[in-house]
């Protein structure tokens, strides 16, 4: 069966993965691989050598290592996927008959199972991208993951190319975590995404404990999360969505939150606001 999909897969040392992934690659399938080795200093691209594989010279992060795969991608759309993460081939044609339905300016993201646990990501449908990224204020976080979902490629690739010019405006260079979250405010923000409708249905499992997940690391969170934010905060703000308290109301939740490194956050979400 043959997919109009090519699947980004950003690896960095990762070599305790590669063989687990390309094992469970089906021959019945057809779909564009396009492996990216981000700098690794291990054996990652040499176990990639017979694949379609990119090799940054540098560790570059994610969110350039996904943009300098899309661009060799083929394919009517993208898919990202993390070379630790399983996936549910089973699941494809559910999930590619489903795009059909849905025009470009529409995500629809996946839940994720978190191995080893009941836990389910999932999330509400917003016809109003605005109250998602309200939500996303109020929760301090992206509440979507586009991990295994279809984006139309020109879609994918114009989404990058605002939202690396969001970064280079905020003197940022690169980013270590909420990539996900960055690019998909940014497709909202600028009209690229006016509905998500989130599928109900498990196409991939969230390995929490592979040892390649850094969303934990409280410096780079407390670095590049209000950079997310700060967006969001200036285009909610400039177009009157936000009520008065809303930055009081900010201000408590990051508090709560983030706690001895409250004032560090702030600092950096005001700092990357005065730079939009």
């Known amino acids: 069966m043959t997919y109009p999909l090519s699947v ?9 993965h590669v063989p687990g992934f390309l094992s469970a690659i089906r ?9 990216i080795d981000d700098g690794s200093t291990d054996n990652t691209y040499n176990l990639l050598s017979d694949r379609r594989v990119i090799k940054n010279p540098l560790n570059l992060g994610t969110h350039k290592s996904r943009f300098a795969g899309i661009k060799y ?15 549910n081939y089973d699941s494809l044609d559910y999930l590619m008959e489903e795009r059909k339905k849905y025009g470009h300016d529409t995500l629809l993201p996946v839940p994720k199972r978190i191995t080893g646990t009941d836990i389910v990501w999932n999330m509400e449908s917003y016809d109003n991208p605005f109250q998602y990224l309200i939500s996303e204020l109020n929760s301090l976080c992206g509440r979507v993951s586009i991990h295994n979902t279809p984006i139309h490629t020109f879609t994918a690739i114009a989404g990058f190319n605002l939202m690396n010019r969001s970064l280079f405006d905020a ?22 995404i006016k509905h998500v409708l989130p599928l109900n249905n498990i196409f991939a499992w969230y390995n929490q404990n592979s040892g390649t997940n ?11 999360i209000p950079i997310a934010l700060a967006q969001i905060w ?34 950096n979400l005001l700092e990357a606001h005065g730079k939009l």
Do not use: W
């Open 234 to 267: 200036y285009f909610l703000h400039r177009n009157g969505f936000l009520e008065e308290d809303a930055g009081d109301r900010l201000n408590a939740l990051v508090n709560r939150v983030y706690k001895e490194n409250a004032d560090k956050f702030m600092k």
């Open 8 to 16: 980004i897969i950003p690896c960095f040392n990762a070599e305790k």
């Open 73 to 87: 991608a083929t394919r009517e759309y993208v898919m990202f996927q993390d070379i630790d993460d399983p996936f």
């Open 27 to 35: 021959p019945d399938i057809d779909i564009e691989y396009i492996f």
């Open 214 to 224: 850094i969303s934990r690391n409280m410096e780079k969170r407390v670095k590049n």
């Open 171 to 192: 003197g940022i260079d690169r980013i270590d975590v909420c990539e996900d979250m960055f690019l998909f405010d940014t497709m909202i923000i600028y009209g690229l």
